[in-house]
């Protein structure tokens, strides 16, 4: 069974870091993308971006409003993603999904698996 | 980037009853990649439709997906009590990867 468990939430002040974990198994994690999506309570999901698998070089994608700030990593040998977030404003106060991407370069198929969330809140 | 604008943003309904759901992209959305998700309070959004018109795995047929280019559909033919959620569109055939508003599916 696929399962996707984020960590790392919490509250932070504006302007500081933090850094999200998700945590996979039931599948060979190196054989896919992994992405982060974002939702702000009550509002619609937002794309943050996405990681290739390491056949494709480990890169990454951004959405615009966070590219320059947030960066996704990943940690094959121990099945899990990160999302460090830089720069924190109150806007990125939002529930923080990471999913399960595609085998291949671009995405292909949509999301199928989900974690459960984190909640990241931004405030002084 | 590709804006998805769904439509109606509020959908009052009886269960039984037929819902046809609007996505309308600025921009054609290639190779029709364009999914569905149903999310309910609490939850995580769950994949219903992929390829514009494909059923995920497990999801019942009477959720469908239509549409090309710009305009794309979800339709489920009967409402079932645990239909009542919010739905988004997503558009991943072109870089940033982008979802609609969602439009809420409510018992009337």
């Known amino acids: 069974e696929v399962q996707l468990v984020e960590s790392g939430g919490g509250l932070v002040q504006p302007g500081r870091s933090l850094r999200l974990s998700c945590t996979a198994s039931g599948f060979t994690f190196g054989d896919y993308a992994m992405n982060w999506v974002r939702q702000a309570p009550g509002k619609g999901l937002e794309w943050v971006g996405f990681i290739r698998r390491e056949t494709y070089g480990g890169t990454t994608e951004y959405g615009a409003s966070v590219e320059g700030r947030f960066t996704i990593s990943r940690d094959d040998s121990k099945s899990i993603a990160y999302l460090q977030m830089n720069s924190l404003k109150t806007e990125d106060t939002a529930f923080y999904y990471c999913s399960r991407g595609t085998p291949y370069y671009y995405e292909t198929s949509g999301y199928q698996y989900w974690g459960q969330g984190t909640l990241v809140t931004v405030s002084s | 980037e590709i804006v998805l604008t769904q439509s109606p943003g509020t959908l009052s309904l009886s269960p039984g009853e037929r819902a046809s759901l609007s996505c309308r992209a600025s921009q054609s959305v290639s190779n029709k990649y364009l999914a569905w998700y149903q999310q309910k309070p609490g939850q995580a959004p769950r994949l219903l439709i992929y390829g514009a018109s494909s059923r995920a795995t497990g999801i019942p047929d009477r959720f469908s997906g239509s549409g090309s280019g710009t305009d794309y559909t979800l339709i489920i033919s009967r409402l079932e009590p645990e239909d009542f959620a919010v739905y988004s569109c997503?558009?991943?055939?072109?870089?940033?990867?982008?979802f609609g508003g969602g439009t809420k599916v409510e018992i009337k």
């Open positions: 997503q558009q991943y055939g072109t870089l940033p990867l982008t």
